[in-house]
């Protein structure tokens, strides 16, 4: 059973008297282990598609499954557990805490999980250093650079195994060669570790690294 599931999603918006239908049916299905690439041009529905599968969104109907737990538009009060069990974040502004390190970022992240004390240290050391930064662990993100500060936030992403991680530009902020770096990495983790990795992109590099390239066009999706 595929990890993540969107089934003929549809999300409306009222604004005023008028209702607006961002997405159209959508539907993917997404494997552990797979690195899927989502395109499509500003005003798709691409976002609010990927603020559903993340758990931050309720769709107006159509089915979600994450890890074989229901999105259920009745009960949004269980979406943030199903987010801190199941779903990774990285974000293109990094969302870093400038007064954490390196470590307390990724270390908040697991508590905030339920984990506590020196296994969520242990953890947030394990997966910087797969990440590249056993030598930035004390490093606030004002020390650090865009690259390194990319690779932090994709650390705490990875943090507690959970099997879907979900991307939203995650080399917007990079340049162009940094980028690369960091998406050969990305992925070279989620394989490793058996991870679904779904990235929202408009950058032409994301294609290379991916297993798969889907487009969403008017609220609908197409391979």
């Known amino acids: 059973m595929s990890v993540l599931q969107a089934h003929d999603v549809t999300k409306i918006f009222q604004e005023g008297r008028e209702t607006v239908s961002v997405l ?9 282990g797979e690195v899927v690439a989502l395109e499509g041009p500003s005003g798709s529905g691409k976002t609010t598609f990927l603020s559903i599968l993340g758990c931050i969104l309720t769709p107006t109907a159509g089915r979600v499954v994450v890890d074989g737990q229901e999105v259920d538009a009745n009960r949004p009060g269980r979406l943030p557990d199903i987010r801190k069990r199941s779903i990774g974040f990285v974000f293109q502004q990094f969302n870093l805490f400038p007064a954490l390190t390196a470590l307390e970022n990724v270390e908040y992240a697991l508590n905030i999980k339920g984990v506590p004390g020196r296994e969520a240290r242990r953890e947030a050391q394990r997966v910087l250093e797969a990440v590249g930064l056993g030598d930035r662990l004390r490093f606030l993100p004002r020390d650090l650079s865009g690259g390194q500060k990319q690779r932090v936030a994709i650390a705490r992403a990875l943090a507690g195994a959970p099997p879907v991680v979900l991307a939203d530009e995650p080399t917007a902020n990079l340049d162009s060669h940094v980028g690369m770096q960091v998406l050969e990495m990305f992925r070279d ?11 929202v992109t408009h950058d032409p590099k994301v294609r290379t690294i991916a297993d798969r390239v889907v487009q969403i066009r008017d609220g609908r999706l197409a391979a």
């Open 24 to 32: 159209n049916g959508a539907s993917l299905l997404v494997e552990r």
């Open 189 to 199: 983790l989620a394989k490793q570790e058996n991870r679904a990795l779904l990235i």
